[in-house]
């Protein structure tokens, strides 16, 4: 049957805060525009995930008058600290040392997932109408290849693809201008940068996966205000990563590592890393005696303009994290994605009003403060292919000593998962057993997220290929999916006889961090959306 349509002038797909940014920004620009948001998470921020040391750039020029209107934004940064881990020991930084970029003097301790509902309220009121738990499943196209606008998942099919009782099928929702904003590795923004080739001559993207936990911990333990970071231990020369221990208010400390997704060693666990970096005294005495509440995961974008596709194609726009636009070296990306969105909101006005052209976003970011940001951090992520060491001295000398003017571009020369070696040559990593105090296993981490997903639906974690995992993968990387997954969504299980592997997929405990989608070297892992409201129920990440 013909599926029912709603008319919109424009259609954004992700409630994160590029996608809110537009929103208001529009109806700031014209109140009587038609403006709706589709969000797959069960609520604006039950998906949202972040550090989160917030910029307040970009939010003074969209609202500034948000101190007054009671934005969750109130734990001022204090003071900094930062530190080279050796496997025992720990070295302090003198923080004016550090590049500017790296400097949080001015910024705010945050939770996103609270300033991602605060702006809901804000696009609300202003007209926005907001849709939770209805997942873009499928872009639309016109007749001349532009884009139309998305339609909805089909709601209560089983496993197999049949009907069940209270089936509902997706709407389609049609805009003049359709706004992708799903974050990092968003679905439907690959399927566009593929269709319309928007990354022809740019560097293959690069990926991170990132951990959080917020801690409540004593008063003694707690420094309000606190920014630290470290670097080294306990990854090795060769591998990019690093920590961040946010203390924000209410005796909470935000505490998380993030490791790059262009590690070679496919023994390697970035949840273990994560874990076991805790147990370092230096990070171990600020928990002891505290309380884990929360846990999380999500990829994050760090290629930079040089791996940043074209923005525009006919119909739509894409931005923020679902193109690329987080500053790696400053380790934010909120304030950079929220200048995207205010910039597409400026652009869509002159669009449906003049009729120009959408190609015109790219004019309009390229002479931002945005972009001049980006283009100055743009050598920083390359670097580190020479190695931690090498790469921290040529990110002072292109950060501090030339201010990121350096008159070359470093470009990356591999897609993360290509960089994986076979499992024979590289060495295996035994880590620690969890404590249960400190340290945690996979289980009792992922029940702390929320998760959850509506029994015998589609599975939504595809294979091209199902015999791959255990003819190929299996035998050459010793299937890394089972490492990489921060919640075990991926298991091999064999018989008594260790004979007869079996790949066996866990869709339920799905986090939607995205780490399998990119990380997996045949590309065979392919993340589509699941039912509506599926996934994390995040609370203050």
């Not at 001559?201 to 707690?222: A, C, L, T």
């Not at 999500?298 to 987080?326: F, Y």
């Not at 090498?390 to 993360?416: C, E, M, N, S, Y």
Request: with cysteine.
């Amino acid at each position: 049957m013909p599926r029912e349509a709603m008319e919109y002038d424009v259609v954004i797909v992700g409630a994160g805060p590029s996608g809110l940014s537009t929103a208001i920004k529009l109806k700031q620009l014209d109140p009587n525009l038609n403006v709706c948001i589709l969000e797959k998470g069960a609520e604006v921020g039950a998906h949202i995930l972040s550090g989160n040391v917030f910029e307040t750039k970009a939010l003074d020029e969209l609202l500034p008058k948000w101190k007054e209107e009671g934005a969750p934004i109130k734990t001022k940064v204090s003071k900094e600290k930062f530190l080279f881990l050796g496997k025992n020991e720990s070295m302090s930084w003198p923080t004016w040392l550090l590049p500017s970029v790296q400097k949080n003097h001015k910024n705010y301790i945050i939770s996103l997932a609270s300033l991602c509902r605060w702006l809901a309220e804000k696009a609300e009121k202003l007209g926005v109408e907001i849709f939770p738990g209805f997942p873009a499943s499928e872009i639309l196209y016109k007749d001349d290849g532009s884009v139309k606008g998305v339609a909805t998942l089909d709601m209560g099919l089983d496993k197999d693809g049949n009907k069940k009782d209270g089936y509902e099928q997706g709407m389609e929702l049609h805009g003049k201008v359709t706004v992708f904003a799903e974050g990092c590795r968003g679905h439907l923004g690959k399927r566009l940068i593929n269709k319309y080739n928007l990354d022809e001559g740019k560097s293959p993207q690069q990926y991170g996966i990132g951990f959080k936990e917020i801690w409540e911990v004593s008063d003694k333990q707690h420094q309000e205000g606190l920014v630290m970071h470290t670097a080294g231990w306990p990854l090795d020369n060769k591998t990019y990563g690093g920590s961040f221990v946010y203390h924000a208010e209410k005796k909470q400390i935000y505490i998380g590592y993030v490791i790059g997704l262009d590690y070679q060693n496919p023994h390697l666990s970035p949840f273990d890393e994560f874990q076991r970096f805790k147990t370092h005294k230096a990070i171990k005495k600020m928990l002891e005696g505290g309380k884990r509440i929360a846990f999380g995961a999500r990829a994050l974008i760090e290629g930079g303009i040089q791996s940043l596709p074209k923005m525009h194609m006919p119909g739509a726009l894409l931005i923020g994290c679902d193109a690329g636009t987080l500053n790696m070296p400053k380790i934010k990306g909120s304030h950079t994605a929220m200048k995207s969105g205010i910039i597409a909101a400026e652009t869509i006005i002159e669009n449906i009003k003049n009729k120009t052209d959408l190609s015109i976003y790219e004019s309009k970011f390229r002479s931002s403060w945005a972009y001049k940001e980006l283009h100055k951090a743009r050598n920083v992520k390359p670097s580190f292919s020479w190695g931690l060491i090498v790469g921290i001295l040529f990110t002072g000398l292109d950060q501090i000593l030339f201010r990121g003017i350096l008159p070359f571009t470093l470009k990356h020369k591999h897609a993360d998962h290509e960089t994986l070696k076979p499992a024979s040559k590289m060495p295996k990593i035994e880590y620690p057993k969890p404590d249960g105090k400190i340290s945690f296993d996979k289980t009792s981490s992922v029940y702390l997220t929320g998760t959850n997903h509506t029994e015998n639906q589609p599975v939504h974690l595809q294979l091209k290929d199902a015999s791959l995992p255990i003819n190929y993968t299996l035998k050459k990387y010793d299937e890394p999916a089972q490492r990489y997954c921060p919640v075990g969504v991926y298991e091999v299980l064999r018989d008594k006889d260790e004979k007869s592997p079996k790949f066996v997929i866990n869709s339920q405990n799905c986090i939607h961090c995205k780490t399998c989608d990119i990380k997996e070297p045949s590309q065979n892992i392919i993340w589509v959306v699941p039912e509506g409201g599926g996934g994390p129920k995040y609370g203050n990440m």
